[in-house]
């Protein structure tokens, strides 16, 4: 998939969709590493599994809303 800026687009692997939805914390590992994005989610997962979902797969699918540090 090509994006309008001529770069390509991010689609996360299968298994990492699926990790998102059984334990939210391990599908942000395994796209983006011990990063924020994943301290976040394992934050929300412990207040509540939807609200962690929810923050994983929207950091999985739309990953320009919170950028992976360097």
Not at 16 to 45: E, K, M, Q, S, Y
């Amino acid at each position: 998939m090509r994006m309008r800026d001529g770069g390509t687009a991010f689609r996360p692997s299968p298994w990492a969709l699926v990790a998102a939805i059984l334990l939210p914390p391990l599908g942000v590992f395994l796209t983006r590493g011990l990063g924020p994005a994943f301290w976040l989610t394992v934050g929300l997962t412990l207040v509540g599994y939807v609200p962690g979902v929810i923050a994983a797969l929207v950091l999985l699918l739309a990953p320009r809303l919170m950028p992976a540090v360097a």
